[in-house]
């Protein structure tokens, strides 16, 4: 987040998408924060709102506006979901569905 915030242009934002260990802190000069007018916010699960935004996207889904399959890295079945989590651990794989 240090980073992020550094590189963030006068007048932008910097969002924080994912959690962090708890005991990670975040250092900003206040007089930057004011002076070039940036802004900090977190956003948890994407600031999805379910109830309103699930229907969407499952009708975006089905008119082909959101490729929700070509984001899939790999499928593996639930009786390798060990393996599964070491595939994360490594970084060799990012999205996984667990086919039952």
Avoid at 9 to 38: D, I
Avoid at 70 to 95: M, W, Y
Wanted: with cysteine.
């Amino acid at each position: 987040m240090d980073l992020a915030y550094k590189v963030t242009k006068r007048g932008g934002t910097t969002t924080s998408s994912g959690l962090s260990h708890p005991a990670t802190n975040m250092t900003v000069q206040h007089v930057n924060l004011v002076t070039e007018e940036r802004t900090i916010k977190g956003s948890y699960l994407g600031s999805c709102i379910p109830e309103r935004d699930i229907p969407h996207y499952i009708e975006m889904y089905k008119r082909g506006a959101l490729p929700v399959d070509k984001l899939i890295c790999e499928k593996i079945p639930l009786d390798d979901i060990n393996a599964a989590f070491d595939h994360l651990a490594e970084g060799h794989t990012v999205r996984q569905v667990i086919t039952f």
